[in-house]
């Protein structure tokens, strides 16, 4: 049982490449969740699934997109990568409703130059 | 929307002594939860404990406590008998109602350092 895990764990980018954040659970949770986390700064989120097949916009999602692809797996696209999005991305799931806790992966340290 | 503050960057605690870490929050929604995450140098997202908001009793979790206010939106957390291995950066969090997601907004952290 591995929980979440995230692929790769470090990435150097250079403006405007593009590049996948791949996620996945293998704990069947329903909900899964894209933060950011930038110094200074709690974690943002950027995106989240509450379930297969539904995905929604966080608190900053510009430069973004997602994909569902089943139930395991949640994936984090930069289509055109900026300097500004330098940060570490945590991608987290929980099982549903009224499971409280978000479980974390170990996270993904990205720098665009 | 909710927000989440810590208004304490920086925190210093001697071994064995204890520390009260602070976070107050804003919210509409009268059912709700909260979380007090960890976060060591390894960068992973540890869970400290959680508080459900109808729940008066302050949760407790081995040295670890909360003092829940819910009047004054207030969550603080308490850690006695403090140890090296305590010394990470700790996140407040509020997590939204079910029906917007929930989601978990963080507050800006405390960075704890525990002296021998």
């Known amino acids: 049982n591995a929980g979440v895990t995230q692929t790769p764990k470090f990435q150097v980018l250079k403006t405007g490449q593009s590049m996948t954040l791949q996620c996945a659970q293998d704990m069947n949770h329903n909900s899964m969740y894209w933060y950011r986390q930038d110094p200074g700064m709690g974690l943002r989120l950027i995106y989240y699934s509450a379930s297969e097949g539904t995905t929604d916009k966080g608190e900053v999602p510009n430069g973004y997109n997602v994909s569902r692809l089943n139930k395991r797996e949640f994936s984090l696209r930069l289509e055109s990568a900026a300097p500004s999005q330098t940060s570490v991305y945590f991608c987290?799931?929980?099982?549903?409703?009224?499971?409280?806790?978000?479980?974390f992966g170990p996270g993904t340290r990205l720098t665009v130059t | 929307a909710q927000t989440v503050t810590q208004s304490q960057p920086e925190m210093s605690v001697q071994e064995a002594e204890t520390v009260t870490l602070s976070c107050t929050y804003d919210?509409?929604?009268?059912?709700?939860?909260l979380f007090w995450y960890k976060q060591p140098p390894s960068r992973q997202m540890i869970l400290v404990i959680r508080?459900?908001?109808?729940?008066?009793q302050n949760a407790t979790e081995n040295r670890f406590s909360v003092n829940f206010q819910k009047a004054a939106k207030s969550f603080s957390l308490k850690i006695s008998d403090s140890q090296l291995g305590d010394a990470a950066m700790y996140f407040c969090a509020y997590r939204t109602s079910y029906n917007q997601g929930g989601k978990l907004i963080f507050g800006q952290g405390t960075e704890l350092s525990v002296k021998p």
């Open positions: 508080q459900e908001a109808y729940k008066q």
């Open positions: 919210t509409s929604e009268s059912d709700y939860y």
């Open positions: 987290a799931s929980r099982l549903g409703q009224v499971i409280y806790e978000q479980y």
